[in-house]
T-cell receptor, first 121, second 118 residues
Framework: NAGVMQNPRHLVRRRGQEARLRCSPM?????VYWYRQLPEEGLKFMVY????????ESGMPKERFSAEFPKEGPSILRIQQVVRGDSAAYFCASSPPRREPPGTGANLPLHFGNGTRLTVT | AQKITQTQPGMFVQEKEAVTLDCTYD???????LFWYKQPSSGEMIFLIYQGSYDEQNATEGRYSLNFQKARKSANLVISASQLGDSAMYFCAMREARFRGATNKLIFGTGTLLAVQP
């Protein structure tokens, strides 16, 4: 019963290179969320995807960052031309395609992967 | 705007004692969810406990309980009988309002670093 799988666990890139972070959701989950954790801070939402669709990218920087969740394969968070400020832990989470009953506040916890620690040198 | 506030950057507790980690939130929604996550030094995010805004009873999960005071908009985490392995960063989070039916966009607080002393 594998959880959310992220790889690589650690990634080192030089300024200007590209970083690709991968996330495989839990089995049966079709919703993926990417969060970023800067040093000494809490997690900040970046993007929410369903298979082949970006649902909410309100937390994504306007440039250099992109995300996809293809029909087959893992979700990818791509950072082009990385800068030192991109150094952070990037977490992926997944949830099943189920909506809570309206008005109840019921919810399911997000299950996070172990994160990818990106270091830009 | 929705917001989570954790006012304790760090806390100490003696092993076997109970500790309360504070969390207040701000929202205009009637339906929302509150979560606590634990992040040990190894870095993973571990779900601990969940409280729904309509739940009448405080949530409990083993040694973890959530002191939910809706009128005060607080959702404090209580850890009973602290263990050395409880030393970690603890994050309070709130599920943001429904967005196109989405259920799990979370807003996190800045965290509280708990150190359990032997």
């Amino acid at each position: 019963n594998a959880g959310v799988m992220q790889n690589p666990r650690h990634l080192v890139r030089r300024r200007g290179q590209e970083a690709r972070l991968r996330c495989s959701p839990m089995k049966g989950h079709s919703h993926v969320y990417w969060y970023r954790q800067l040093p000494e801070e809490g997690l900040k939402f970046m993007v929410y995807l369903q298979k082949e669709n970006i649902i909410d990218e309100s937390g994504m920087p306007k440039e250099r960052f992109s995300a996809e969740f293809p029909k087959e394969g893992p979700s990818i968070l791509r950072i082009q031309q990385v800068v030192r400020g991109d150094s952070a832990a990037y977490f992926c989470a997944s949830s099943p395609p189920r909506r809570e009953p309206p008005g109840t506040g019921a919810n399911l916890p997000l299950h996070f992967g172990n994160g990818t620690r990106l270091t830009v040198t | 705007a929705q917001k989570i506030t954790q006012t304790q950057p760090g806390m100490f507790v003696q092993e076997k004692e109970a500790v309360t980690l504070d969390c207040t939130y701000d929202t205009s929604d009637q339906s929302y969810g509150l979560f606590w996550y634990k992040q040990p030094s190894s870095g993973e995010m571990i779900f601990l406990i969940y409280q729904g805004s309509y739940d009448e009873q405080n949530a409990t999960e083993g040694r973890y309980s959530l002191n939910f005071q809706k009128a005060r908009k607080s959702a404090n985490l209580v850890i009973s009988a602290s263990q050395l392995g409880d030393s970690a960063m603890y994050f309070c989070a709130m599920r943001e309002a429904r967005f196109r039916g989405a259920t799990n966009k979370l807003i996190f607080g800045t965290g509280t670093l708990l150190a359990v002393q032997p």
